[in-house]
């Protein structure tokens, strides 16, 4: 499943409903620039990595919106990739996460959904919830995909699951989780 169409459907959607969010979004970087980034990080990223921030570059750092403000869905705050290489040399250093988990999203507040970079894995490709406060730094596996999350996302938005009010993310978890238990991957 290629992501950049889900992609152009949520832009749609997201400016249509005034997304403070989306308006903070940078423009994309070129092939160039992502793959000079992943090789000084000695990483190789998934394609829709290179979908991802060729579309948009996340937002800059911003002191002056809430968390819902940031969200462009649940636990769906895109920083630039910039900020997310930050965000990963300051975890992999610490010893939090293994070289091989790349911060995709934020969920504010420390949690993130990382992405397993990792080739000869089995597991290359998958999206990990970590989040201290709910699992430790034990790392949970969520999604097969950023393709498979983002669809789902695109679905909430869709059945009105998600929607924005003056700009900041709402949510009704009961039109909202069994349109997303089609894509997460169940806890064990």
């Not at 990792?118 to 969520?142: A, M, T």
């Not at 695109?154 to 993310?169: P, R, S, V």
């Amino acid at each position: 499943m290629q992501l950049t169409p889900i992609l152009d459907k949520l832009s749609q959607i997201f400016s249509s409903q005034q997304s403070i969010a989306f308006g903070r979004l940078q423009d994309g970087l070129s092939q160039a620039e992502i793959a000079e980034r992943e090789r000084d990080l000695n990483l190789t990223f998934p394609t829709v990595v290179f979908e991802l921030f060729g579309w948009k570059n996340g937002m800059g750092v911003s002191d002056d919106l809430t968390i819902a403000q940031s969200l462009l869905f649940p636990d769906g705050i895109f920083e630039s990739l910039d900020g997310c290489i930050e965000t990963y040399k300051i975890y992999t250093h610490a010893g939090d996460w293994n070289l091989k988990y790349f911060p995709i999203l934020s969920a504010g507040g420390g949690d993130y959904l990382l992405m397993n970079c990792d080739p000869d894995d089995v597991l290359f490709g998958y999206l990990y919830l970590y989040s201290v406060p709910v699992h430790g730094k034990e790392l949970y596996v969520r999604y097969k995909s950023l393709s498979e999350l983002f669809q789902g996302v695109l679905e909430c938005f869709q059945a009105n699951a998600y929607w924005f009010d003056d700009g900041a993310l709402q949510e009704d978890f009961d039109i909202a989780d069994p349109i997303l238990a089609k894509y997460e991957i169940p806890e064990e």
